[in-house]
């Protein structure tokens, strides 16, 4: 079977122009497929990018939040009764919050403010400049080195601002894995000064930060976490939280999936023309392969491999070219939400196969109902 | 080993049915003996290609049946047909159904190939068979870059190289020259044939009848008459 399959192989590579018809569709159609699916997972990254960066194993919060920038406050009494739930080694308030800084040529610039816990700093960034302890000096906040730092004219170590009409000092830089979505800076601080300077109701915890003892205590927490009438996540849960907000409840999802879809059809019409083209032109080929003896699951092989050698470098060059290309923007536009992952890859591959499958399907039936005796009749 | 080739009994091929039933082959029964050239001749629409057809195993007939060295063809199933094709018949089709985009010792090498062999050793054995036709230079060549006389040759080559009983030519010189289509008829009767093999030609070319050892006439799909080859070599 194999120096079948390599003439097969011969017959598809040595026709270059239709080779290259057929690369090209499956290419276009991967690349437009990772391409959509991958600017939708870099956008969700960064609507999930507090949650990423704070590195916090469980959440709880309101049952009513869908989104991290979307916290509902929670009275103190959820963090020590979460505190009391068995399981849990240790809890702590969280705040996420928008403010108004003043800077200091007087314009003002949204910012999102995040309050870590005074005692332990827990979900605390990597800091580039500065030191951690620093920021329990007075009016301590430490910046995020992100794409946004801009729009705060790039401040140092030392730099004065006013957030809410109070006095701030930036005390350490800090690098965070993600940035946020809406484009706005991000300061941390203290909780108990985030609560301080960021006008808020009542209630002033936007989350508990959980670390359960162990991972088998997790169910036994949200059980607990439920029965307060809150809410308790993981981190990868609440990502999920985050993602399927956004894809189902804002219309983005259906965007990027009407746009997948037009991708695959591109590439399925662009391909299975291609290759049903490619197969009619070489089926007095096939003809005379079964006139000399060929058997049809020969042939079904034969056009399956010219399928799939067609998809997978296709697919190769589709994610190669995609690649290149966010590598391209991310150089010139620092702040472009795309990102590959696994799941896109995925996904654009099952789409191929499909693609190749139906490709095949439609080659296979023409190609089996040849008659050697029409290769004799000319 | 039977002086008798192939022998055909009762073949009868129509198609359509009803009013529409046309009979493109009708009770044709002869036999192809060893070491032998027949001829299959007819004006156009006779059932020359036709019968060609049945008897190698392509096209399967409503009546009748075909015995090659015993064996009842049309008994076969169809798997086991495909088997007999590739091991018992050698094609050279009329418009030699080459491929362009294999070179041309590729090409030999297709059926040997199709028969599983190891790929270096079909190259090996399609070489040697490219010498016998005289192509051994022009091995490594599209086929689409030779001559109508060398695509000729390749096919032959394609079709002795598994070494087959029955040589089937369906209008070998029809989109040659004269003088080619006689060397190439001539190189097959000195070359090709021998006394374990039968080759079957269907041709209206009556420039080559005379290398023919037999004739046999074809007229609305009956066989209307054989004739022995005039200059038997």
Not at chain 1, 204 to 233: C, N, Q
Not at chain 2, 112 to 133: D, F, P
């Given at each position: 079977?194999?120096g079948i399959?390599?003439i097969?192989y011969?017959?598809?590579?040595?026709?270059?122009?239709?080779?290259?018809?057929l690369?090209?569709?499956?290419?276009?159609a991967v690349?437009?497929?990772?391409?959509?699916?991958?600017m939708?997972a870099g956008?969700?990254?960064k609507?999930?990018?507090?949650?990423?960066?704070?590195g916090?194993?469980m959440w709880?919060?309101?049952?009513?939040?869908?989104?991290?920038?979307?916290?509902i406050?929670m009275p103190?009494?959820v963090?020590?009764a979460v505190?009391?739930i068995?399981?849990?080694?240790?809890?702590?308030?969280?705040?996420?919050g928008?403010?108004l800084a003043?800077l200091g040529?007087g314009?003002?610039q949204?910012?999102t403010?995040?309050g870590l816990?005074?005692?332990?700093?827990?979900g605390?960034?990597?800091?580039?400049?500065?030191?951690i302890?620093?920021?329990y000096a007075?009016n301590?906040?430490i910046?995020?080195?992100?794409?946004?730092?801009?729009k705060l004219h790039?401040?140092?170590?030392?730099?004065?601002?006013?957030?809410?009409d109070n006095?701030?000092v930036?005390?350490?830089?800090a690098?965070?894995?993600?940035?946020?979505?809406?484009g706005?800076?991000?300061?941390?601080t203290?909780?108990?000064?985030?609560?301080q300077y960021?006008?808020?109701m009542?209630?002033?915890i936007s989350?508990?930060?959980?670390?359960?003892?162990s991972?088998?205590?997790?169910?036994?927490i949200?059980?607990?976490?439920?029965?307060l009438g809150?809410?308790?996540v993981?981190?990868?849960?609440f990502?999920?939280?985050?993602?399927?907000?956004y894809?189902?409840?804002?219309?983005?999802?259906?965007?990027i999936?009407?746009?997948?879809?037009i991708?695959?059809v591109?590439?399925l019409?662009?391909?299975?023309q291609?290759?049903?083209?490619?197969?009619?032109?070489?089926?007095d080929?096939?003809?005379?392969?079964k006139?000399?003896g060929?058997?049809g699951r020969?042939l079904v092989?034969?056009?399956?491999?010219?399928?799939?050698?067609?998809?997978?470098?296709?697919?190769?060059l589709?994610?190669?070219?995609c690649?290149?290309?966010?590598?391209?923007?991310?150089?010139?536009?620092k702040d472009y939400?795309?990102?590959?992952?696994?799941?896109?890859?995925?996904l654009?591959f099952?789409?191929?196969?499909?693609?190749a499958?139906?490709?095949?399907?439609?080659?296979?039936?023409?190609v089996?109902?040849?008659?050697?005796?029409?290769?004799?009749?000319? | 080993?039977h002086?008798v080739?192939?022998?055909?009994r009762g073949?009868?091929?129509?198609f359509g049915?009803?009013d529409?039933?046309t009979?493109?082959?009708?009770?044709?029964s002869?036999?192809?003996?060893?070491?032998e050239i027949?001829?299959i001749?007819?004006p156009s629409?006779?059932?020359?290609?036709?019968l060609?057809?049945m008897?190698?195993?392509?096209?399967r007939?409503?009546?009748?049946n075909?015995?090659?060295e015993?064996?009842?063809?049309w008994?076969?199933?169809?798997?086991?047909?495909?088997?007999?094709?590739?091991?018992t018949?050698?094609?050279?089709?009329?418009?030699?159904?080459?491929?362009?985009?294999?070179?041309t010792?590729?090409?030999?090498?297709?059926p040997?190939?199709?028969?599983?062999?190891?790929?270096?050793?079909?190259?090996?054995e399609?070489m040697?068979?490219?010498?016998v036709?005289g192509?051994?230079?022009?091995?490594?060549?599209?086929?689409n870059?030779?001559?109508?006389?060398?695509?000729?040759?390749?096919?032959?080559?394609?079709?002795?190289?598994s070494?087959?009983d029955?040589l089937?030519?369906?209008?070998?010189t029809?989109?040659?020259d004269?003088?080619t289509g006689?060397k190439?008829?001539?190189?097959v009767?000195?070359?090709v044939l021998?006394?374990?093999?039968?080759?079957?030609?269907?041709?209206?070319?009556?420039?080559?009848?005379?290398y023919a050892?037999?004739?046999?006439?074809?007229?609305d799909?009956?066989?209307?008459?054989f004739?022995?080859?005039?200059n038997?070599?």
């Amino acid at each position: 079977m194999r120096g079948i399959l390599k003439i097969a192989y011969k017959l598809l590579v040595n026709d270059k122009g239709k080779f290259a018809a057929l690369l090209i569709g499956i290419t276009f159609a991967v690349f437009l497929m990772v391409n959509v699916t991958s600017m939708f997972a870099g956008m969700m990254m960064k609507a999930s990018a507090t949650v990423v960066n704070t590195g916090a194993k469980m959440w709880v919060m309101d049952r009513a939040v869908n989104t991290v920038a979307s916290s509902i406050p929670m009275p103190d009494y959820v963090l020590n009764a979460v505190r009391s739930i068995s399981g849990v080694k240790y809890a702590v308030p969280f705040y996420s919050g928008a403010g108004l800084a003043r800077l200091g040529d007087g314009t003002y610039q949204g910012v999102t403010v995040l309050g870590l816990d005074d005692t332990s700093l827990y979900g605390r960034p990597a800091l580039i400049q500065g030191h951690i302890e620093d920021i329990y000096a007075e009016n301590g906040f430490i910046v995020v080195a992100d794409e946004e730092l801009p729009k705060l004219h790039n401040p140092k170590v030392g730099t004065e601002f006013e957030i809410n009409d109070n006095r701030g000092v930036i005390v350490g830089v800090a690098k965070v894995p993600a940035s946020g979505l809406f484009g706005v800076p991000t300061l941390y601080t203290t909780f108990s000064r985030a609560i301080q300077y960021i006008p808020s109701m009542r209630y002033t915890i936007s989350y508990v930060l959980v670390e359960p003892a162990s991972p088998a205590a997790i169910p036994h927490i949200k059980d607990e976490v439920e029965r307060l009438g809150y809410r308790a996540v993981t981190e990868t849960e609440f990502v999920a939280r985050n993602t399927s907000f956004y894809m189902w409840r804002t219309g983005m999802g259906i965007n990027i999936l009407i746009m997948t879809i037009i991708s695959f059809v591109v590439g399925l019409s662009i391909s299975g023309q291609a290759f049903y083209t490619f197969t009619l032109e070489n089926l007095d080929k096939f003809g005379a392969l079964k006139a000399i003896g060929a058997k049809g699951r020969e042939l079904v092989a034969m056009i399956l491999l010219q399928a799939g050698v067609t998809a997978l470098a296709g697919y190769g060059l589709g994610v190669g070219l995609c690649a290149f290309i966010i590598a391209l923007a991310k150089v010139r536009l620092k702040d472009y939400a795309s990102i590959v992952t696994m799941r896109n890859l995925g996904l654009a591959f099952g789409m191929v196969v499909v693609i190749a499958g139906i490709s095949s399907v439609i080659a296979v039936r023409k190609v089996l109902r040849v008659e050697p005796f029409e290769i004799f009749r000319g | 080993m039977h002086d008798v080739a192939i022998e055909a009994r009762g073949l009868s091929k129509w198609f359509g049915e009803g009013d529409t039933r046309t009979y493109a082959v009708r009770e044709v029964s002869f036999e192809a003996r060893h070491n032998e050239i027949l001829y299959i001749v007819g004006p156009s629409g006779s059932g020359k290609t036709t019968l060609l057809s049945m008897i190698s195993g392509i096209l399967r007939p409503n009546v009748g049946n075909v015995q090659v060295e015993d064996v009842d063809l049309w008994a076969l199933d169809d798997n086991h047909i495909a088997d007999f094709r590739l091991n018992t018949v050698g094609f050279v089709f009329q418009d030699y159904h080459l491929f362009p985009r294999l070179t041309t010792v590729e090409n030999v090498a297709i059926p040997l190939i199709l028969k599983r062999r190891n790929w270096n050793e079909a190259i090996g054995e399609a070489m040697h068979c490219l010498e016998v036709v005289g192509l051994t230079g022009r091995a490594a060549l599209p086929p689409n870059k030779l001559s109508g006389g060398e695509q000729q040759r390749v096919a032959i080559a394609r079709a002795i190289v598994s070494a087959p009983d029955i040589l089937i030519f369906d209008e070998p010189t029809a989109s040659l020259d004269g003088d080619t289509g006689r060397k190439i008829i001539e190189f097959v009767k000195k070359e090709v044939l021998n006394e374990k093999r039968c080759i079957l030609i269907v041709t209206h070319d009556n420039r080559i009848f005379e290398y023919a050892d037999r004739i046999m006439a074809m007229e609305d799909g009956r066989v209307v008459g054989f004739n022995k080859g005039e200059n038997r070599a």
